[in-house]
Antibody, heavy 121, light 108 residues
């Protein structure tokens, strides 16, 4: 079971970007995939989550409107997308599998290695 | 700002017991989860649903929760336990997830 993320990106502010997260070794459509931001030297921030089975998506209020989370279940891949990057988007971005053992027994149990995104002005 | 509050830093002597706490109103309803993150690495799940441990996590790690407070306890801390620890749960609406600000654990 693993999540493989796309490589590091260097972009300029105003540019668009789409990074990916490919799952393998498990039933991809049966588990939510979440995205987590970690700015340099800072803590973890939950951005949003998508269910590959039906593309149901939820966004953190802090990120709603600035990002788009999508999925292509035919290739077992989730995406995180920006239409117009800002320098403040410079961060490490992790995808993680959200395991629901029971209604309240849930956690991100598998994490990708992260994608570094650097945005310059 | 995070709806879950953690002490920024905690230290423990090698082999001693340390408790890392997480405060938040949503913890009265939703179970806490704990992640360990070492420098340059992705986070690692260490405790979920108050006190369940994934396979491979040493039994010196345990969790508890009461009211608005969740705790991660390391009994007999080892040098390799030095890391950042994050609690997580759902927010008050139950619709979103949230992380605490993280606690940097130093093992002396």
């Amino acid at each position: 079971v693993q999540l493989v993320q796309s490589g590091a990106e260097v972009k300029k502010s105003g540019e668009s970007l789409k990074i990916s997260c490919k799952g393998s070794g498990y039933s991809f459509t049966s588990y939510w995939i979440g995205w987590v931001r970690q700015m340099p030297g800072k803590g973890l921030e939950w951005m949003g989550i998508i269910y590959p089975g039906d593309s149901d998506t939820r966004y953190s209020p802090s990120f709603q409107g600035r990002i788009t989370i999508s999925v292509d279940k035919s290739i077992r891949t989730a995406y995180l997308q920006w239409n117009s990057l800002e320098t403040s988007d410079t961060a490490m971005y992790y995808c993680a599998r959200f395991h629901e053992w029971e209604l309240l027994r849930t956690a991100f149990d598998i994490w990708g290695p992260g994608t570094v995104v650097t945005v310059s002005s | 700002s995070s709806e879950l509050t953690q002490d920024p830093a905690v230290s423990v002597a090698l082999g001693q017991t340390v408790r890392i706490t997480c405060l938040g109103d949503s913890l009265r309803t939703y179970s806490p989860t704990w992640y360990q993150q070492k420098p340059g690495q992705a986070p690692l799940l260490v405790i979920y649903h108050k006190n369940d441990r994934p396979s491979g996590i040493p039994d010196r790690f345990s969790g508890s929760s009461s009211g608005n407070t969740a705790s991660l306890t390391i009994t007999g801390a080892q040098a390799e336990d030095a890391a950042d620890y994050y609690c997580s749960s759902r927010d008050s609406s139950g619709y979103h997830l949230v992380f605490g600000g993280g606690t940097k654990l130093t093992v002396l």
